[in-house]
């Protein structure tokens, strides 16, 4: 399984100083190491709560898991945040989070409570 590393851009705010935007959790994935990964997200999230692409990444972390609605959660932020960002959009971050959404909802209408 290929993943992408810990990937930064730079941004400025209003005193034109740069800020890193961390925009993946998963640099150093460790398949046998799940729960560091989720605290790696969480950290990241918890510096920029607004990149949907954290939130996509935490969100296959905690499926590896077999935490489904938390996952399904996460997908249904990275998507309303997509929605509300009013920037373009990566069309593959935006399919890839659909397909999720799918899934999740398929989840849900076999266990009943969709």
Do not use: Y
């Not at 999230?45 to 959660?73: F, N, S, V």
């Not at 009013?86 to 899934?103: A, F, Y």
């Amino acid at each position: 399984m290929l993943l992408t590393g810990c990937q930064s851009k730079q941004l400025s705010n209003s005193k034109n100083r740069a800020t890193p935007l961390v925009t993946s959790c998963l640099g150093g994935f460790r398949i046998d190491d799940l729960k560091l990964m989720v605290e790696r997200c969480d950290e990241a999230i918890e510096q920029t709560p607004d990149q949907a692409d954290l939130h996509r990444d935490r969100a296959l972390i905690l499926t590896l898991l077999g935490d489904q609605a938390k996952a399904c959660e996460d997908v249904a932020l990275a998507m309303s945040l997509l929605k509300r960002s009013g920037q373009p959009v990566d069309p593959m971050l935006q399919h890839e989070l659909q397909v999720r959404q799918s899934t999740c909802k398929q989840s849900r209408t076999m266990s009943g409570s969709d």
